[in-house]
């Protein structure tokens, strides 16, 4: 038998937000910090770290 985990947390809140990297207007599901870049669904790839 395996075991299953679901969670519900309801929608997500959208922030918009302007692309650090190509200045396009975008949506992210989290509140963004002051001081720290932000990069649309495109952009992100780019510039994360593994």
Do not use: L, Q
Not at 17 to 27: L, P, V
Request: aromatic content about 12%.
């Amino acid at each position: 038998m395996g075991f299953e985990r679901r969670r519900s947390f309801g929608p997500r809140t959208m922030h918009k937000i302007k692309c650090s990297d190509c200045g396009k207007d975008a949506e992210v599901p989290f509140e963004p910090k002051d001081g720290r870049p932000v990069y649309c669904r495109e952009c992100f790839p780019k510039h994360r770290t593994y």
